[in-house]
């Protein structure tokens, strides 16, 4: 269901050059490695992560358009890593929607926020953009990257996971951007890259 829907999404808007570098080996995701960067500030690299992170600001083909997707989800998700759940689900639009990890989709901010309950001191969610796509209209477009969660088990002992997103933008009436959409997938340590697109 979540690889239709992205199937689907990418195909609605138009491609441009990969914003992807290379990477190697490096920190587990639901909560990236590090927040995706703004203008000017190096990517935070996790030395945990199976993957290092290049940050797609410094590639030279970035667009304006590219560079407002970026920015926004630099600030989410620096928010989040500070706010925890009421932080995340603060970004989201009144009918946004989220497919995680192939649960049932989450319908309305609302929703959202009461699935959004976690601590920053005892759940940690960070992730770091690899590229933005800005739709033809100028008012939607989407990000992905890598994201990468930690916490306690049961046992007390600690768990990281890692993984993929997709987070779809779009303007609301008061001009402001909310995400409309956000999917997500964990992935295995060390599962490679997935995430350059094709040049037009």
């Known amino acids: ?54 940050s797609p600001i410094t590639q030279p083909t970035i667009t304006p358009g590219q560079l407002t997707l970026l920015e926004l989800e630099g600030r989410f998700s ?22 995680n990890n192939g649960k049932p989709a989450i319908f309305g901010r609302g929703a959202i926020a009461a699935t959004a309950q976690w601590n920053p001191s005892e759940y940690q969610l960070t992730w770091t953009a690899q590229g933005a796509q800005m739709g033809p209209s100028g008012d939607m477009g989407f990000t992905w990257g890598h994201y990468t969660t930690r916490y306690k088990g049961p046992d007390g002992n600690p768990i990281v996971t890692a993984g993929r997103y997709i987070t779809v933008w779009k303007k609301v009436k008061d001009g402001s951007w909310k995400v409309a959409m956000d999917a ?17």
């Open 1 to 54: 269901m979540i690889r239709t829907a992205l199937y689907l999404l990418l195909a609605a808007l138009p491609l441009a050059a990969p914003l992807v570098g290379q990477q190697s080996p490096m920190p587990p995701s639901s909560a990236p490695a590090a927040p995706a960067a703004l203008p000017g500030s190096p990517v935070p690299v996790n030395p945990a992560s199976p993957f290092h992170i290049i």
């Open 78 to 99: 620096q928010e989040v890593e500070a706010g925890g759940g009421k932080a995340f689900a603060s970004w989201f639009a009144e009918d946004a929607v989220t497919l």
């Open 184 to 200: 997500s997938a964990d992935e295995p340590p060390a599962a490679g890259e997935c995430c350059t697109l094709p040049k037009p």
